[in-house]
T-cell receptor, first 111, second 114 residues
Framework: GENVEQHPSTLSVQEGDSAVIKCTYS??????FPWYKQELGKRPQLIID?????GEKKDQRIAVTLNKTAKHFSLHITETQPEDSAVYFC??????????FGSGTRLLVRP | NAGVTQTPKFQVLKTGQSMTLQCAQD?????MYWYRQDPGMGLRLIYY???????DKGEVPNGYNVSRLNKREFSLRLESAAPSQTSVYFC?????????????FGSGTQLSVL
């Protein structure tokens, strides 16, 4: 089955700097890759997603890139702000359409 | 619309006790899911229901059972709770497993098994 690995597990950046979180997946048939943000004590919420027919997608300060050949995808956050502090999860949809999540990255943005 | 509603929010059980976690959604979604969240392990799928009348195992189904009572409701049952089942449980729904994959999560149930 699908296996998703996510790095780093924790990331601390200065406000205004960029943050990058990377994920790899194992199932070459996976074709949908969302990112979820979970603030402390809250439920996870979708922030951006990408499909396998697209190499990059942007939404304001966040972007996701996908390299199908290498089977990895990344989340990029530019001009980080304190409200970006949260746990971020990547996921991949496996061949039976289930979403398999990575282990999460705790991002801390220092003011 | 309330979205996805889970009950209870907190629960403490003794080893061997049973309980049912309730989940309901009011978005007319076809697919529903139960995940557990443990530190350092992300969200792991326990069971899911692609549509009313169907249920399937996820990544970690052992020790759990589910019921898709109707289109709105999807319950998770622990028949004989074990300390390893201490976790935060999230119910989620999506419009359709195959077509629209965006998950809407409930607020979670924090379960402790002593």
């Amino acid at each position: 089955g699908e296996n998703v690995e996510q790095h780093p597990s924790t990331l601390s950046v200065q406000e205004g700097d960029s943050a990058v979180i990377k994920c790899t997946y194992s199932d070459s048939a996976s074709n949908y890759f969302p990112w979820y943000k979970q603030e402390l004590g809250k439920r996870p919420q979708l922030i951006i997603d990408i499909r396998s027919n697209v190499g990059e997608k942007k939404d304001q300060r966040i972007a996701v890139t996908l390299n199908k050949t290498a089977k990895h995808f990344s989340l990029h956050i530019t001009e980080t702000q304190p409200e970006d502090s949260a746990v971020y999860f990547c996921a991949a949809r496996d061949s039976s359409y289930k979403l398999i999540f990575g282990s999460g990255t705790r991002l801390l943005v220092r003011p | 619309n309330a979205g996805v509603t889970q009950t209870p929010k907190f629960q403490v059980l003794k080893t061997g006790q049973s309980m049912t976690l309730q989940c309901a959604q009011d978005m007319n979604h076809n697919s529903m899911y139960w995940y557990r969240q443990d530190p350092g392990m992300g969200l792991r799928l326990i069971y899911y229901s692609a549509s009313e009348g169907t249920t399937d195992k996820g990544e970690v189904p052992n020790g759990y059972n589910v019921s898709r009572l109707n289109k709105r409701e999807f319950s998770l049952r622990l028949e004989s709770a074990a300390p390893s089942q201490t976790s935060v449980y999230f119910c989620a729904s999506s419009e359709h497993l195959q077509i629209n994959e965006k998950l809407f999560f409930g607020s979670g149930t924090q379960l402790s098994v002593l």
